[in-house]
């Protein structure tokens, strides 16, 4: 069916920067909105930020001016630039799409395996 696979998570310090990526692989009709959600320990799950097909951005108010997430369609790939990382953003990050499979309508949500980040000293 459809995978997506996550990558580019590890040990940062403070301040420093990673950048994960995730690809979408399988029967894939089209690709509608994508995103990064995250989910600290003991908190519940939370958007960080998606990009639609068109290129259109939207990011929690916690890494604005820090992360930027982009896109290549031709690639079935998101990408999250995250910078000026803080010992706060230190989560386990999952990636989301909105995925129409071949020769189907509907469309459903998929999620990666997640990645984990932690940003210590």
């Known amino acids: 069916q459809v995978q997506l696979v996550e990558s580019g998570g590890g040990l940062v310090q403070p301040g420093g920067s990673l950048r994960l990526s995730c690809v979408a692989s399988?029967?894939?009709?089209?690709?509608?909105?994508m995103g990064w959600y995250r989910q600290a320990p003991g908190k519940q799950r939370e958007l960080v930020a998606d990009i639609t097909s068109g290129g259109g951005t939207n990011y929690a108010d916690s890494v604005k001016g820090r992360f930027t997430i982009s896109r290549d369609n031709a690639k079935n790939t998101v990408y999250l630039q995250m910078n000026s990382l803080k010992p706060e953003d230190t989560a386990v990050f999952y990636c989301?799409?909105?995925?129409?499979?071949?020769?189907?309508?509907?469309?459903?949500?998929?999620w990666g395996q997640g990645t984990q980040v932690t940003v210590s000293s």
């Open positions: 399988g029967s894939i009709g089209s690709i509608n909105g």
């Open positions: 989301n799409a909105r995925i129409r499979v071949k020769y189907r309508n509907n469309v459903n949500d998929y």
